[in-house]
């Protein structure tokens, strides 16, 4: 070491002596192992925190701070009117303005929870002075409740597998755009709270679980309090945790830990729930939620047969004893249940319930549920496109979750089998799902790459070059070694499925991007497109025409619309709906979709006795917007058909053809909606080249171009045609 | 309209029957230019007065009958000095209540600075601005209509003194005139309407004209507009101005017809609102355009050293009757409007509304100072209802105050700057940043005091026992960890001691530095006993202890090792050993030493990880 006699340069010394002198402080600023360790979990956990609302803000970036789409906006108006006027004014809101002439309840139809969570970090902020506008913390709501989801995906990763699998399942759900697409910026909807509170009372159940401890069960519970007060799909929760209770009975891991987290988590939920006032006694009543209870009593059953054994101390004694016990708790529970459901105190269940379980249930009974485009079953471009390669990775982390069984890992395959099954059954429930993925995909992903590096770091331990650091890779090359002996070209394979891995990586994070900015950030109330030299032409009909009917009509003007715009016109045209986009009743919006599909005097009728004054349908025939009320004008005619024979679907119809062109069906071309979107189209030339009154959005010539209105006169058009509101004419003098 | 002729015959009889002079004034010559190209009335008189008593007369009248006043949105009057184009002089005008004076008339006086002496004259003009004086007729018209309005006054020059010789100039937007008062002399000349010369007509002569023409100039009418200027000392002004707008010309009747509106553009909705142009001052940054729903994308921004133009379209075209509100928005440079004056600072601003032809029923200009600015005064040029009051925004304790400034009935020439006075002490700057500094500090300091404080509500359970046994045993082993360091530290003065001596060949400094690390290596290991004692007692280090145990022996053979190297060597440097004999003799200690040195170092990283 020291021997090399007088071979240093002379000018040497001083540098080293200096070296020597800054080695102590370094070595003192030098963290431990773990520290690092610890230090860099908290700051990826940070980038992603910041990674998952940042990647949410296109919507601002492209458009603006504003409200998305349709439900967004009646809870941005219950939001406002709760900051505004406090919380018992809001719990006991009658709103008159929809639903004319029945009117809502508010206070007992709405989940409170996104409200009431907006409206208090409203009030915080103004506390912390802290100026801002309402309508900006509901916008932000959902990515930060995003980012939230993120910390608790990790330690839901940490508590199933390990910490390195709960960042990557981090930074997975971060941008994962199934979950993406209903919490960008804007969305202010139930989902957006109600993903995090899901996957919190499910991080605390299992955790309650795992330790058996009182205090998590308790945590558990509140979860499953905010889960409630926010969105309904909390009947998954109370049917998925008994399902995955039953399934740990059955396979024996009973224990005293599971009893307690289930039993204080099941009573303090159910009535925490029932303070929620549009819940109310459902969770006693309602055939939904028999499950839970049912588990409940079973567990009880099971803990006094546990005790019986204990006491009896005699196998062939209990065993008689087992026989008559389970006898009676089955009698006596089925009994219950047949006096419940006969004397309709447990109500049975509902049909989006069964719409849920037979996807093809809906469509034969239940129309409205059937013609929301969310409801319909899950294409398999829509898995791959919300997904991208956790569909791959899914199989794979349900391989590892099975390898190395426990209860927490049998609860996220449960949650990731039933959860996916009702992917595929609905469009929107992808959303439920994602986070069930995105966790046992992160368990694939983490696994795969903990193995691979170990026998990178395990080659690299061998060779005496490197000065190899830990006793976790020694240990790790021990266990290497001893597994099996280094395969030929072990070492450069593992390289390369490092690479392959993170190249598939690197190409979800782009396709996440890529779908975030393209597909999910548009609000669907202002439209965009290209225009003919590559720039961007906006449409803002929408607020045009909300706007004008908020100015420039009677302030007690009802409006009729079909159900869709119903939110919209409360919120932003400020003025009283028929219908609205709560279909709660099927009669009132059948009773629109009648008028709609009547003869204009039919329709006059219909539209006297509802005391409407301004009628508003949405037409794309000038623009080609093809979401547009003649395209959805067959499910008008099928819902309004549904209550009112007298509207038969196939006279809309030409040999089984939905057509608006010359060969359509004559009560197609006379009634209302026809009229009312076609009004003198026929005098407009929308394409070069092609005749006058030609539809883009259908590609076609319309049949009747010479529409005359009697009963009502045109009172507004936006300026690219996509909303049209015309006036109901006041009944004309009988002399 | 009857009821309008009604009032006017009045009004004619009224003035018959009070002729009365009301001083030794005599107005010789009166050229009146009665502007109606848009909404707003704008009224030029040009009066020659004359002093005919003999006393000197400080003030001249002006008389406008109850009627218009009611609209009187500004009255000006100033004379030229001196001849040709001298500069303007403005009169102070005050409104008066002269006794003997018919009540259906208000008056103003026009006080002269030095008086007019006996056998001057002086001349004066007066601009009267009126706004809702064009009454739309008819009051509905569809979409393809023309707008038709009335406009009524009188031939003849109202005034209390006798006129000797007046004309008057209707100027008109041109297009068609419907039909207008023929009587007395007037006539048509392209579109002006010239009524006059008359010679010779005493005090309040009144003779009604009607005129009906068409304007299709849209009538903008602001309901309210509450200006927002907010000023931060941080460097910018920030101006927000709400708009409650109305088209009060003629009422659109039977609907709206956007294919009318889009293909006939001439035909469909000439007298619409399709676009306001706003001027705003030089320099403007950051300018928004929304309403309560959100931005409004229809608008264009020119601007160049000189000024910035806001083209904004509002969402829809606006209709007679129809109204919209929106929201404009801009940011201004501080060092443009603000300035100091003996160590106080004023704002200098513009007053009104910066759109064209926009007249404003209700104007608030508010106007919001930084938090602890004092003494806060205001100068405007006109007459305005003050009031003050608080504003909190971001991050204020007492909150800002407010000068509100309100004025009915406002027109573009009251666009005129206006000043507001106050004091702010430059440290009050500091007071926000150092608020939200502290404010962090603390979130960081609760976090350490959490961090450290013990929150069990249990001090006897097992478990916390535990814990506190543990975190005792983890202290004792970082205790260890320490010692060993130092250790190692001492064993590297020795190997560079060695160093040293190779190349200097001092075996005597060599020597005492072996002692001095030997004392130390000795004084440490007598601190690792009790630690270790410790250990070796506590429960909780069963797990670890062997692993401790294995370092420090690794160690205490590690030293011995050196030791016996550091013997040799410098026993070979006594006896002058070849540097090559020397290397063969350390080589097996030196091999055994490096063998410990990563035994230990990797003993050193197992503890650490648990």
């Known amino acids: 070491m020291g021997a090399k006699t007088g071979s240093s340069p002379p000018v040497a010394p001083p540098p080293a002596s200096s070296a020597t002198a800054l080695f102590p402080s370094i070595n003192a600023l030098k963290l431990k192992t773990k520290q690092q360790e610890l230090l860099i979990r908290v700051s990826i956990l940070a980038l992603v925190y910041v990674l998952a609302f940042a990647i949410r803000l296109f919507s601002v970036l492209r458009y603006e701070s504003m409200i998305h789409e349709f439900d967004p906006y009646f809870n941005y108006r219950t939001t406002l009117f709760l900051t505004e006027k406090g919380f018992y004014e809001f719990w006991n809101w009658f709103d008159s303005e929809s639903w004319y002439p029945l009117g809502r309840i508010i206070g007992g139809t709405l989940y409170p929870g996104l409200m009431v969570t907006a409206a208090l970090i409203y009030w915080t902020l103004h506390f912390l002075r802290f100026a801002v506008h309402i309508r900006e913390v509901c916008v932000l709501t959902a990515p930060f409740f995003a980012s939230n989801t993120t910390i608790v995906a990790y330690f839901f990763g940490k508590e199933i597998w390990d910490s390195g699998a709960g960042l990557v399942a ?66 998954f929760i109370i049917n998925l945790v008994p399902l995955y209770v039953l399934v740990l009975l059955v396979t024996g891991r009973y224990s005293m830990r599971l009893y307690v987290a289930y039993n204080c988590m099941y009573v303090l939920g159910m009535l925490l729930a029932m303070q929620i006032r549009f819940v109310g006694f459902q969770h006693v009543q309602s055939g939904e939620h028999m499950a839970a209870m049912g588990v409940f009593f079973l567990l009880q059953v099971f803990y006094f047969l546990d005790w019986v054994k204990f006491t009896l101390n005699d196998p062939k004694l209990f065993y008689s004893f087992l026989r008559i016990a389970l006898t009676c708790a089955i009698s006596v529970g089925s009994l219950a249940l047949g006096v419940g459901m006969a004397t309709g105190y447990i109500s049975p269940w509902t049909g989006r319930f069964y719409s849920l379980l037979d996807p093809t249930y809906a469509k034969d009974h239940i129309p409205i549920i059937a013609s929301v485009s969310e409801h319909q079953p899950t294409a398999w471009s829509s898995f791959m496109f919300d997904f991208h390669i956790l569909l791959f990775l899914f199989p794979a982390g349900l391989y590892f979750c099975f390898k190395r069984l426990s209860d927490a890992t049998i609860f996220i395959v449960m949650y990731g089998l039933t959860s996916m099954y009702f992917a595929g059954v609905m469009v929107r429930l992808i959303l439920v799902a994602a986070p069930a993925v995105c966790l046992i995909s992160s368990i694939a992903v983490s696994a795969t790459l903990k193995n691979l590096t170990m026998l990178i770091r395990a080659k690299n331990n061998a060779t005496p070059m490197g000065s190899s650091k830990g006793t976790a890779s020694l240990k790790a090359s021990a266990k290497a070694s001893s597994f099996d002996q280094p395969l030929p070209y072990q070492r450069n394979v593992a390289i390369a499925l490092l690479l392959g891995a993170f190249y598939l990586l690197s190409r979800y994070a782009i396709h996440c991007t890529w779908v975030t900015s393209e597909a999910y950030s548009s609000p669907s109330i202002v439209l965009a497109a290209r225009g003919a030299h590559g720039g961007r032409v906006i449409f803002d009909d929408y607020r045009e025409a909300y706007f004008w009917l908020r100015k420039n009509t009677p302030a007690d003007a009802k409006i009729m619309s079909w159900w869709d715009y119903g939110y919209q016109i409360t919120a932003m045209g400020n003025r009283t709906v028929i219908v609205d986009n709560n279909t709660w009743n099927n009669t009132h919006i059948a009773t629109v979709g009648r008028a709609m599909s009547s003869y204009e005097d039919e329709a006059y009728d219909i539209m006297k006795s509802l005391d409407v004054d301004y009628v508003l349908v949405v037409f794309g025939g000038v623009t080609g917007y093809s979401s547009d009320d003649i395209n959805k004008f ?100 009988r002399w | 309209m009857r009821k309008v002729f009604g009032c006017a015959l009045f009004l004619l009889h009224l003035a018959t029957w009070m002729t009365t002079a009301r001083s030794d004034l005599v107005i010789s010559k009166v050229d009146r230019r009665i502007d109606l190209t848009s909404h707003i009335v704008r009224v030029l008189s040009t009066l020659k007065v004359e002093n005919a008593g003999r006393v000197v007369v400080s003030e001249i009248l002006l008389a406008i009958p109850n009627m218009q006043a009611k609209n009187l949105a500004n009255l000006k009057a100033f004379y030229n000095e001196g001849k040709g184009k001298g500069s303007a002089i403005n009169l102070p005008v005050t409104e008066v209540h002269p006794e003997g004076m018919p009540p259906e008339l208000s008056f103003y006086s026009l006080s002269l600075h030095e008086g007019l002496e006996k056998g001057k004259s002086l001349t004066v003009n007066v601009l009267t601005i009126f706004t809702h004086s064009l009454q739309p007729f008819p009051e509905e018209i569809s979409q393809s209509d023309v707008q038709l309005v009335v406009y009524q006054d009188s031939a003849y020059y109202l005034s209390p003194y006798e006129v000797k010789s007046q004309s008057l100039n209707v100027l008109l937007p041109g297009g068609r005139v419907e039909s207008y008062t023929k009587h007395p002399s007037g006539k048509l000349v392209d579109s002006e309407i010239k009524y ?40 910018s002004i920030q101006v927000t101005e709400h708009y409650n707008l109305a088209h009060k010309g003629a009422t659109n009747k039977g609907g709206f017809s956007r294919l009318d509106y889009q293909s006939r553009s001439y035909m469909g909705g000439r007298s619409s609102l399709r676009q306001l142009i706003a001027r705003l001052p030089p320099r403007a940054h950051s300018i928004y355009y929304r309403d309560d729903i959100g931005n409004i994308s229809t608008s264009h921004l020119w601007g160049d050293s000189r000024k910035t133009q806001l083209e904004i379209e509002p969402r829809f075209p606006i209709f007679g009757g129809w109204r919209t509100s929106f929201t404009i928005g801009y940011g201004l440079p501080l060092q443009d409007f603000l300035f100091v004056s003996e160590g106080n600072r004023f704002l200098n601003i513009t007053f009104g509304c910066p759109m064209d032809e926009v007249v404003i029923d209700d104007l608030i200009v508010k106007v919001v100072l930084p938090e602890g600015s004092k003494e806060v005064s205001v100068s405007v040029p006109f007459h305005t209802k003050q009031r003050h009051e608080t504003k909190y925004s971001h991050l204020d304790i007492i909150g800002r105050p407010v000068v509100a400034l309100e004025k009915n009935n406002v027109v573009p020439e009251h666009n005129t700057y206006f000043q507001v006075h106050y004091k702010f002490n430059n440290l009050s700057l500091l007071w926000e940043p150092l608020m939200l500094i502290s404010g962090f500090l603390l979130l960081f300091v609760a976090c350490i005091a959490y961090m450290h404080a013990d929150m069990s509500i249990s001090k006897s359970s097992a478990s916390y026992i535990a814990k506190l046994q543990w975190d005792e045993v983890q202290a004792t082993v970082q205790q260890v960890q320490n010692v060993i360091k130092r250790c190692l530290s001492a064993h590297e003065k020795l190997e560079t001691s060695l160093q040293d001596l190779s190349r200097t060949g001092d075996v005597q400094s060599c020597k005492a530095t072996r002692k001095i690390a030997d004392g130390l290596l000795k004084e440490l290991s007598k601190e690792l006993k009790p630690l270790m004692g410790f250990l070796q007692s506590s429960p909780q280090a069963a797990q670890i202890w062997p692993k401790v145990e294995e370092l420090v022996a690794k160690e205490k053979e590690m030293q011995e090792k050196l030791m016996q190297k550091h013997v040799a060597v410098v026993d070979c440097f006594e006896k002058k050993y070849s540097g090559r004999e020397i290397e063969n003799r350390v080589a097996p200690y030196q091999q055994k030493l490096s063998a410990l040195k990563q035994e230990v170092d990797d003993l050193l990283d197992y503890i650490d990880e648990i």
């Not at chain 1, 697409?181 to 139930?190: E, H, K, L, T, W």
């Not at chain 1, 955790?207 to 205090?215: C, R």
């Not at chain 1, 071309?669 to 026929?682: D, E, I, Q």
């Not at chain 1, 171009?705 to 109901?728: C, G, M, P």
């Open chain 1, 170 to 235: 981090a930074a997975l759900i971060a941008i994962c755009p199934g979950y993406i697409s209903r919490s960008v910026a804007g969305s202010y909807d139930n989902e957006g709270v109600a993903i995090f509170a899901l996957l919190l009372t499910f991080y605390l159940f299992v955790k309650a679980v795992n330790t058996g401890s009182l205090a998590w069960a308790l945590a558990s519970a509140f979860g499953y309090f905010y889960m409630v007060s926010a969105w309904g799909g909390y009947v």
């Open chain 1, 634 to 733: 067959l499910w008008m005619v099928r819902i309004g058909g549904g209550v009112f024979p007298v509207i038969k679907e196939p006279e809309y119809l030409v040999n089984g053809e939905y057509r608006v062109d010359k060969g359509a069906a004559p009560k197609m071309l006379n009634c209302l909606m026809y009229k009312l979107s076609y009004y003198r189209f026929g005098e407009v030339t929308t394409e070069y080249g092609k005749p006058p009154g030609y539809d883009r959005a259908r590609g076609v010539e319309i049949g009747n171009k010479d529409v005359k209105l009697e009963y009502l006169e045109e009172a507004f058009t936006t300026s690219n045609w996509i909303i049209r509101i015309y006036k109901v004419k006041p009944p004309k003098n």
């Open chain 2, 196 to 235: 006059g010369p008359y010679e010779k007509l005493p005090p309040f002569s009144y003779s009604p004209i009607v005129l009906h023409f068409e304007n299709n100039n849209p009538f903008v009418v602001a309901h309210e507009l509450v200006r927002e200027i907010e000023v931060s000392h941080w460097g």
